[in-house]
């Protein structure tokens, strides 16, 4: 496999919904500029039309907005709810982005997140994944296909359908299925040979989940003649990271109560089930099931390595989920110390320094003896050369 990417995912969560709205996206926005400067590979960002806590209501227009303030960074829709959409308005889209962003966009699908968002286009939940998984064919022919495509579904109509624009990426940008606890999105990714974002799977209650979702994928890929690569499998987690395990669970003490809160009585997650009902059950409730990374940084790695082993043969990217726990000052220093010490742990980009400084310490003494006695003789012959001259 190729070095492991890291990446945030971003719902985003501004909790509680007493704050300034345009002040919580240009949050957003700073976020994306700080993980694109301190080198992490990926971000992506939901849909959401309701709830007043997840803002960005369309990603693709959030990811034009910071495509021109960001320089390396890839920027995914976390995901386009299909069933939501005309998936040829949205393959188009996805090509003018591709464009504007000089190949920097991904398109991640999902079949919804929030049931009150499909409720008010009066879409039922036994509806979302069917409708994506017929969504899907679609929007996979007008990306791979030159042939004109027709269609009539309960929610919208094709007629000799067809993008007039090429994309930038060569053949298509990146197109990933999200999976939570259902097996839809592995379905999806094996049936088209597309890239998989589990969401959720990282808890211990999901560790079952995890191996799922890929054998799954694996399977479909056989039975339509397909091919899946671990290296476009994104797994997703919940982190919180201090220069002590005390800080970190100090920090979280800012802001988890309303994150919990806005999970279990506004939107329906299933693959974040919270239980308790003030800081310090739920604070209990992350203990006891290991629902997130509360610590430092070695926790992290060692987290990250149980995932590559449970996932039963790795996996290309992870992401943190990002939260609003904590100040914001201090959900910027999560961030770096990630950067810091947990992305070049796994990239193994400072293997040869720590190398060079490990052999540099066994031959320190006798190289620094030699070169003082160097130094304090080139001194001496400096002054014999000073003192012939000045007697002569």
Not at 204 to 214: E, F, Q, R, S, T
């Amino acid at each position: 496999m190729s070095r492991m990417r890291f990446g945030v995912f971003l719902p985003p969560h501004h909790v509680p919904t007493n704050y300034n709205p345009t002040y919580a996206l240009e949050r957003d926005v700073e976020i994306t500029k700080l993980i694109d400067n301190i080198g992490y590979d990926e971000a992506w960002f939901g849909e959401h039309h309701s709830g007043g806590v997840e803002l960005i209501n369309d990603p693709m227009i959030f990811i034009a907005h910071v495509a021109s303030q960001t320089r390396n960074i890839r920027l995914g829709t976390g995901v386009v709810s299909l069933p939501y959409h005309n998936p040829l308005w949205v393959a188009d889209r996805l090509a003018l982005l591709d464009h504007l962003t000089r190949g920097r966009v991904m398109l991640g699908v999902g079949p919804g997140a929030l049931a009150t968002d499909a409720a008010m286009i009066g879409i039922q939940p036994h509806e979302q994944r069917d409708a994506l998984d017929q969504d899907m064919d679609v929007l996979m022919h007008l990306l791979t296909s030159d042939q004109a495509i027709s269609i009539e579904t309960s929610r919208y109509k094709l007629v000799d359908a067809r993008l007039q624009l090429d994309f930038y990426q060569d053949p298509h940008p990146t197109v990933v299925a999200a999976a939570v606890v259902s097996p839809s999105g592995p379905r999806l990714a094996g049936k088209h040979g597309i890239g998989l974002i589990s969401v959720g799977a990282t808890m211990k209650a999901g560790v079952d989940v995890l191996a799922m979702h890929w054998d799954v994928a694996e399977a479909r890929a056989k039975e339509f003649n397909k091919q899946v690569d671990r290296d476009s499998w994104r797994v997703v987690g919940l982190m919180h990271l201090a220069e002590t395990r005390e800080k970190a669970f100090a920090d979280i003490r800012y802001g988890l109560r309303e994150w919990c809160d806005y999970l279990q009585h506004t939107a329906a997650a299933p693959q974040i089930q919270v239980t308790g009902n003030d800081i310090e059950s739920y604070i209990e409730w992350i203990t006891n099931t290991g629902s997130a990374v509360i610590g430092t940084y070695d926790d992290a790695i060692q987290h990250i390595e149980s995932l590559v082993e449970q996932s039963n043969g790795g996996f290309g990217n992870y992401l943190l989920f990002d939260h609003n726990w904590t100040e914001f000052a201090t959900k910027k220093h999560h961030y770096e110390i990630f950067a810091d010490y947990v992305i070049p742990h796994f990239k193994k980009t400072n293997v040869r320094m720590k190398r060079s400084e490990a052999d540099l310490r066994k031959v320190r003494e006798p190289l620094a003896a030699a070169q003082q006695e160097a130094i304090q003789d080139y001194r001496a012959r400096h002054a014999q050369e000073v003192a012939a001259k000045a007697n002569g």
